[in-house]
């Protein structure tokens, strides 16, 4: 490799948008703010792109890669030693295209959606800044470098959760946000002592080179770190039992609930175990825990998806069901599978959220979706680019969906006996899955409208053109397949089962997706039969089955839960018992105990309040003039009158 | 090496330390002597403060990396006997947390600009006298000298406390008093039974003189607790922190931003675990534990305050905790952690202090529970809060992580994993409080309080202040090694050494 990448300028260019619309953009124009915000995104995007084709070019490329490049120490003491160092991998070179890219179509979408606003320059600041540190999380050669982009992209998403600070729901869901993902980062930074501790460094290579040395080396203290990244990866990722965060997260403007709770800061979760995959390899214990955990999220999501009827609620556990795929795929080892449907996940979930964006638009603001109905006509584009990402998340032939969630399918069924049970999950969940989004896309666009003080209008084209796009790459985003996909990403994830070589493959594959093609034909036949053929029919369901019901629609009462166990009781131990009965009974008790001797110097004490400013500059001249006595006197003399002589050592 | 030539400035070497500990002192009479006409003391303490905190700064300037030993030392006879030695001098330890004093005061006296109507005369005088006094602590290798300095510190913190006292002043005054007065008692008498049986209060030897182990177990032992005892009262250590959260509540801003931490840590570091090794690897353990409880239950107490001071209050136990625990882990890299640590509180706090006192002039209370709703309102204060809270809970590129994984990953591979892990949920806890924090104080729908005044954002002296600490923040972040190389070149305890030598 000749010459510098220059990966620097991938995080920097949006942290110099941040810097200059952060500081200065409320005095700017506008169009200024745009322009800036735009460029840094698009210049970040435009040097992924100049680097990956210069390397296709180059037929050198599987060579050259990885490309480290450091750019100087960050804290080096001690025994540690990290660097800002910046890895260009496959990996990495996939993961920067999807958020770059797609993060470059959300901010021109978002000069549409936004215009209106008050703090747009707000807005794109901070967009700019998750931009910045989602591309130092990807690019992070070490895992403290990472944190540093973990803990930053969860800045950015309290901030833009946040952005309507004056509605209180979306301040808590904020700080909800925050805290919950402060409770895997904290398994996360266990997991990065026990590395220190282990492996004596934080760099992902040389982690991956110590466990190369020592093959026989597996399970025990390699289980407790990987269990560690695990609970990090679940509070970013949204999993059982840290997902509480990401329905609330809703209160956020639409844009950045596509850019950042969809498509790339809740899929770093699932990049991170990739990137650690060798130490998760180790541990057989811990790979089943990612995929029982995946799957459980996946089918636990996908019910409450049912019955949520804020469009983006619904949208919202469909990206923890769709990212418990993810995990599922990671967990049984396949993670270019996995890796795969994060990147058509990308495509598609994003494009569900924009357009859902614009069906909100067009609604002047309405989210509930017993309020749509009939918009089929009034918005077809948005119509058209949501029912081509409502096939591919359903996983229709030929969308992007159906190649990478039968990748993970595939997998899950080829991984032993427990496999069959994960894959069976995964097949109901596609289901669901198939079932939620046709009644969302009936609900929204079908029927009669049942809203008429509204007149919905198509967004303007910096929304469609981002629809539009991100539609095309929803049908065509899976056509490379996931053999391609894998063999691209071999180099760092490992090879992967190719169905086309192994025995019987083939037949169990097409097998396998005629039977998820089919589970999907069935949701939507549901779908149709409820919300199309009777309407009526979901009200007596529901009035038929009035516990299951209310169960889904309070989602399991888990907000309720942790409130209940954790919150409450942590709030009223504080205050009753730490702050009542031991700081103010034991220990202020204590001390006025013993102050009790002292009451004396209280009382002279009490002179002070005289307010007579004589009287305190003569307690200071007392006071200096005891420091004089203390320097002054003789002590030798006044000590040997005690019998204490000095100079008996020393000197 | 390009300053070498310098011979000018190199010709203030041997008595910068002087200069540096006289100034202020001097600025205090000018102070006095001067009519208190309008701001004009005020301006004669910023004045002196500038200059001062410009003359702490050629300290690390000229500080020689790699050279052992103290740096810019004077060591003079001062008095024969008892032999009391005008001894000072900066090793790696105490470089920054003179620069810190010396950064610190003029924070302090643009916070007080305006929180401070009356008296104000007597109030920059004994700033400055206060001044003067940290500077001593942290400078002085005599061990009477050190300890003139120690005393002095706390008598024009008393009296600013019962005269300026928000609420409630003498009473948090005779607390602070009887809290810290009395355990310096103890100390006194072991510096002099040190001398007694050494005829010295030089601190090189006397370190040698103990490590020979010529004196007697027993009382040395003793000896070093009362130290320890004086050291963790000033901290504070759980759970001797029973002044803190009365002292910040009622204490001027700018005093109450120096009062806990760096005087008790530092003293910590130097003068129990520098002085008494051995006596301190055999109460560890007990700080230890005392640390971890103090990192929790602080961070619990501060979740459920409903005063902002008090709030302060105990999450400076958490974060004071954090450091001791780093102290007395007892590794090379845990006290690196701790003594950077030390500054990235200490700014952070006092960024804290200044914006909450901004608050408190505005709006005349602490009461969380009556703000709500201020960021749109004052935009540049909510600004400046959020990074300061960030800063605070340890976000990643902002100074306190550093210092913070510094010390929870030494103390998880050097001391105790499952502390480190119990110490490490203060992580969680930091960020609960602290953004509930500026949720209620600056978000939610404006509140009677908010409305009642005009917008009213951030003064120039206000900005002049919190933005460079803001971007100091961000540099102590990013760049540790700045730091750190000079932290690394102390003068150690002589049992500390081994992890270290890598």
Known sequence: MTGSLHLWLIPLLPFAGFLINGLLGRRLPKALVTAVALLASLGSFGVVLINVFSMLGSIHMPASLPVVETFGTWINTGALHID????????????????????????????????HEEGYWRFFAYMNLFMFFMTVLVLAGNAL??????????????????????????????????????????????GLFLLLANFGTLTFSEISAKLAANPAWTGGVLTAIALCLLLGAAGKSAQLPLYVWLPDAMEGPTPVSALIHAATM????????????????????????????????????????????DIKRVLAYSTISQLGYMFLGCGVAAYSAAIFHLMTHAFFKALLFLAAGSVIHAMGGEQDLRKMGGLRNKIPITFWTMTAAVLAIAGFFPFAGFFSKDAILYEA????????????????????????????????????????????????????????????????????????FGSFLAPVLGEVGNSATAPGGKQLD?????????????????????????????????????????????????????????????????????????????????????????????????????????????????GAAALLVFVFVPWSTVLANFGIHLGMAGQ | MAWRGNEKVNA????????????????????????????????????????????????????????????????????????????????????????????????????????????????????????????????????????????????????????????????AAIKFFLFTFIPSAPLLVAILWLYARTGSFNFSDLQVLIASGSLPATPLAWVALAFLLAFAVKVPVFPLHGWLADTFSEA????????????????????????????????????????????????????????????????????????????????????????????????????????????????????????????????????????????????????????????????????????????????ILSAAYMLWLVQRIFYGPQGALAASRPPDDLRIGESAVLWPLAVLMLVMGLAPSLWMRTIENRVSAIHIHQEGQR
């Not at chain 1, 770093?268 to 825990?289: E, Q």
């Not at chain 1, 839960?561 to 702050?579: D, G, H, N, Q, W």
């Not at chain 2, 910068?16 to 301006?43: E, F, H, Q, S, Y």
């Not at chain 2, 801003?253 to 910590?268: E, F, I, P, R, T």
């Open chain 1, 266 to 309: 809740v899929t770093a979760g699932v990049y991170m175990i990739a990137r650690t995959h060798t130490l998760f390899d180790r541990s057989p214990f811990a790979l089943g825990v990612v995929a029982i955990v995946g799957a459980a999220t996946a089918l636990f999501a996908a019910t409450i998806g049912l019955v949520q009827n």
């Open chain 1, 145 to 190: 470098l990472m944190f540093v982009g973990w803990e930053g992209v969860g800045l950015a998403s309290y901030l833009l959760i946040g952005f309507y600070f004056q509605r209180t729901s979306a301040a808590d869901a904020g700080k909800k946000a925050f805290i919950v993902n402060r409770i895997g980062d904290f398994g996360f930074l266990i």
């Open chain 1, 84 to 115: 800002f160092s910046f890895v260009l991998d496959q990996l990495s070179i996939i993961m920067l295209l999807v958020v770059t890219g797609v993060g470059f179509l959300i901010h021109i979408y978002s000069v549409g959606y936004m215009a």
């Open chain 2, 252 to 427: 001027p801003v700018a005093l109450a931003m120096v009062v806990a931490g760096k005087l008790g840590l530092y003293s910590m570091l130097r003068f129990h675990v520098g002085l008494f090794p051995d006596q301190a690897r055999a109460i560890a353990p007990l700080l230890i534990a005392l640390a971890v409880i103090g990192i929790l239950y602080g961070a619990c107490l501060a979740l459920v305050q409903r005063d902002f001071w008090r709030l302060l209050a105990f999450a400076a136990l958490s974060h004071l905790s954090l450091i001791t625990l780093g102290i007395y882990g007892l590794t090379f890299t845990g006290w690196n952690g701790a003594i950077y640590q030390i500054l990235n509180h200490e700014t952070i706090d006092a960024s804290l202090f200044v914006l909450l006192g901004v608050l408190e002039i505005r709006y005349a209370t602490s009461q969380i529970a009556s703000y709500g709703g201020l960021a749109n309102k004052i935009p540049r204060t909510a600004t400046l809060f959020v990074i300061t809270s960030l800063a605070m809970i340890g976000l990643p590129m902002l100074s306190s992580f550093v210092g913070e994984f510094l010390i929870l990953s030494s103390t998880f591979t050097g001391v105790s994993r499952g502390l480190a892990i119990a110490a490490t949920l203060g992580v």
């Open chain 1, 413 to 484: 069924f080829q991984h032993g006996g427990s496999g069959k049970v994960l894959w069976f999950v995964g097949v109901v969940t596609a289901l669901l899955t198939s079932f939620y989004m046709f009644r969302l896309w009936y609900l929204a666009f079908t029927g009669e409208s049942r809203s008429h003080d509204v007149r919905p209008h198509e967004s303007p084209w910096s929304m469609l053109g981002p629809l539009s796009l991100l539609a095309l790459l929803s049908v065509v985003g899976g056509w490379i397949g996931i053999d391609r």
């Open chain 2, 12 to 171: 203030i070497n041997p008595s910068i330390l002087t200069l540096i500990l006289l100034l202020p002192l001097a600025g205090a009479g000018l102070v006095m002597l001067l009519p208190d006409r309008g701001k004009l003391p005020a301006w004669i303490t910023l004045f002196i403060s500038l200059i001062t905190f410009g003359l702490t700064l050629h300290l690390p300037a000229y500080f020689a990396l790699g050279q052992h030993g103290f740096q810019f030392e004077i060591n003079k006879p001062w008095i024969d006997s008892p032999a009391i030695f005008y001894h000072v001098g900066v090793d790696g330890l105490s470089l920054w947390l003179v620069v810190l004093v010396g950064l610190l005061a003029p924070v302090g006296v643009l916070a007080s600009w305006n929180a401070i109507k009356e008296r104000r005369k007597i109030y920059y005088a004994l700033f400055l006298v206060q001044q003067t006094a940290m500077f001593g602590v942290f400078i002085s290798l005599d061990l009477m000298l050190y300890y003139g300095f120690w005393e002095l510190s706390l008598v024009p913190m008393a009296i600013l406390i019962a005269m300026y006292g928000r609420k409630d002043g003498p009473k």
């Open chain 1, 510 to 622: 097409i097998m396998l997706s005629i039977i998820a093609v089919a589970v999907a034909l069935i949701g939507w036949f549901i779908a149709d039969r409820l919300y199309r053929q009777k309407p009526d029919s979901p009200a007596r369901i529901a009035a038929a089955l009035p516990t299951g019901y209310s169960v889904l629609v309070h989602k399991y009462y888990v907000d309720e839960i942790y409130a209940m166990t954790i919150v409450r009781p942590l709030l009223f131990m504080s205050k009753y018992f730490l702050e009542w009965v031991v700081d103010v009974g034991l220990l202020g008790g204590a001390a006025w105990m013993l102050a009790g001797s002292a009451t004396l110097s209280g009382a002279i004490l009490q002179r002070w309040q005289s307010g007579n400013l004589r009287s305190y500059a003569a307690w200071l001249a007392v």
